[in-house]
């Protein structure tokens, strides 16, 4: 990678250096929200930049409360605003070095939901993740369903309920029946879960009946983000089947505020699982297509520092997000700018590496221990779940900052 | 009910009486698409109305493409203009009589899909559909899971896909895996279905972790329509488990244009089956709750006219609306106006009211013959399935008009 030096103080180890440049959408105080690109600890208002006559995109396409007309403009639109940025912060004689105000200290802003999201589809792509469930829940001899191999299953999930890293959660109520019960009863949740995952933002729409090739799905991703799938084991056991996951998942899921573009991960680029058998030719796919992007997944308690729990990664997944979206409309289903699709929990081989407390405590067979000592096998009224994720690669780092949310007692 | 005489020329019979007025987005020529009221043969212009002065909801929540904000207004606002257009239609000394202008002939409009659907959820609430899939996927013993009489069960829908009446349907291609085979083939589906359904669309938004009770489920109802769910049954088979039904869905659903607000279908309002064993409170709801809405579905080859192959009835439906809409935000999961909920395929007791060709036919292997003497299991190219339905009592009538779709061969 060619070097880069900006003149904006960029902590060491910062996820928002120099190479990532970032979009999301921020407000300071009781402004409206607006585009910004995350630099080190700051946001650089792009609508300002704008203004100055410093970029293509006139100012009206930042001054929104989403990404998403920003984004429909195109890649070869919206990746030159991030390199025009990309330029502006590293030359000497930069004309942003005479325009402070355009900057924002990223602890003064509120983040909000980077796009309006249209559809939310919630994919399965961890071999790992659905051997350990089909295990748990169905038959460990054969732990994965017969269409797994062949098929990158997904299910349609609630759009509405997506929120921004930082929203807290109400434990959600629901219908609850175990094997031992006679009948359902309506408690609060007492499995409650994270889910462990990555998710992509669609930045280009299709017509219905029109089919996106597995060549061409990299020109449909604007870019990626951490994804929690929250999720009550509990309600999602007893409704399941045979329609799939519903109110178990639609209470709440949240995703970081900075959407990564694809082009800042491509030096991350690696080859995905050796996928046995051969898939049909629809998803078929040659090179590198999975990215090497180090996750971790942080639990506190209302009176502990965080533990973390799991550290796994992204190239993990067995079915990369070119299948997944060629596979998505296939049937012609057609995707609109700022929907998103997320992996489903990334496991990886061995325990440590486990994106579900389903998983870490086996079920719930399983307890492990937090820094202040209490034990845990779901998740407790306060605690906090953090995801992180980083790519790393010859001294450059882009990552996603974090994606976090904390649990209140149900309503 | 009160008998009200208008001044327009409505056909008898007409589904757009003067009782009913339903809200429709529609469009003249290259004219932009604004809100009308069907009134037998004609539309309304709410804009133009509003010009006049007439109403009190100013013309530019009319001069929109879909009725979302004008829905958003409330149902307080939305009622008035609903009874405010009657009054005008009905009073002798109208002021619209002058102002022929405000009245567009349908067959000279083009209808558009009346809401932006946010999300769309479909339910599975016909316990004779549940229970005749059951019995042909599953165990014909125990047809209905264990779940199914203690939960409306539904899942999430692709939004995107909604299409309106009228629309053009390619015939999806998809992974199919027939017992037969060895390994999953990529082909057009040979067993495409439609589905007798109606949906509701939602008239008010709740914040994330609030609660609607079934006594203010109505509240949040603006009107309904009819809905096909067009469904790949051989896709549909080989994908749906663990996670529900996903491509076998998404390419396409066809709503009608027209909403018919709540309000019109009061007088329509009967008791629904009764409910054993007794549901969770949450779920318990007294007096009537279903609707006496009669439909059919026509089916016609390219050759031939429409058969009628079904008649079914909307009151059927074990769980009705009120408790679909509780459980759907017992979980604290937000809704949106435009949001749409679909009630699955409403099926009645015998054979001549089955909702959907996989119980017309029986899996495939019934076959059953058109009005030219072709025979069919499933929908072949070219073929047009149409649903109709309406109420009528006394004397009056309020209905839905009807969805209507071609399938085209697949692309």
Same mark, same amino acid.
């Given at each position: =990678? ?89 030359? @000497? ?21 980077? +796009? ?84 992509? +933002? ?52 949240? =995703?970081?505020?900075?959407?990564? $573009? ?16 051969? +898939? ?15 996750? @971790? ?79 845990? $096998? ?5 605690? $906090? ?27």
């Amino acid at each position: =990678m060619a070097k880069l030096n900006t003149w904006v103080s960029v902590p060491n180890n910062s996820d928002f250096s120099i190479y990532n440049l970032p979009f999301g959408i921020f407000s300071l105080n009781s402004d409206e929200p607006r585009a910004g690109i995350a630099i080190g600890e700051q946001i650089i208002d792009l609508a300002a930049v704008s203004e100055l006559g410093l970029l293509d995109v006139e100012a009206t396409f930042f001054r929104q409360k989403t990404l998403n007309e920003f984004i429909a403009l195109g890649k070869k639109t919206t990746n030159k605003v991030r390199l025009d940025i990309q330029k502006l912060l590293v030359i @000497e004689n930069s004309p942003l070095k005479n325009h402070p105000e355009v900057f924002v200290l990223q602890k003064d802003a509120t983040m909000h939901l980077p +796009v309006q999201v249209g559809d939310y589809t919630d994919f399965y792509s961890s071999i790992e993740h659905a051997t350990n469930v089909g295990k748990m829940f169905r038959d460990p001899e054969n732990a994965l369903l017969p269409n797994w191999r062949h098929i990158p299953v997904g299910y349609h999930g609630r759009a509405s309920s997506i929120v921004v890293s930082g929203t807290d959660i109400h434990r959600p109520m629901g219908q609850v029946k175990t094997n031992e019960m006679e009948a359902p009863v309506f408690q609060a949740s007492n499995r409650l879960d994270f889910e462990l995952e990555m998710g992509f +933002v669609v930045g280009k729409s299709t017509q219905l009946g029109e089919r996106i090739s597995v060549e061409n799905a990299a020109e449909h991703i604007f870019g990626l983000v951490l994804f929690n799938d929250w999720s009550a084991r509990d309600i999602q056991k007893w409704e399941y089947v045979p329609l799939g996951p519903f109110l178990g998942k639609s209470f709440a899921s949240s =995703m970081s505020p900075w959407i990564v $573009t694809l082009e800042a991960l491509e030096p991350f680029k690696v080859e995905g699982p050796e996928q046995e058998p051969t +898939v049909l030719s629809y998803l078929e796919v040659e090179g590198e297509h999975n990215y090497d992007i180090q996750l @971790e997944v942080g639990m506190a308690s209302q009176a502990s520092e965080e533990t973390i729990i799991s550290r796994s990664n992204f190239k993990y997944m067995y079915w990369n997000m070119m299948q997944q979206l060629a596979h998505h409309t296939v049937n012609g289903c057609n995707v609109n700018v700022g929907d998103v699709m997320a992996s489903g929990t990334i496991s990886g081989k061995d325990e440590s590496s486990y994106g579900s407390l389903l998983e870490i405590s086996w079920g719930g067979k399983k307890p492990f221990e937090l820094k202040d000592g209490s034990m845990r $096998t779901f998740i407790e009224d306060n605690d $906090t779940i953090t995801l992180k994720g980083f790519a790393e690669k010859e001294g450059v780092r882009v990552g996603f900052g974090e994606v976090t949310g904390t649990i209140l007692p149900s309503k």
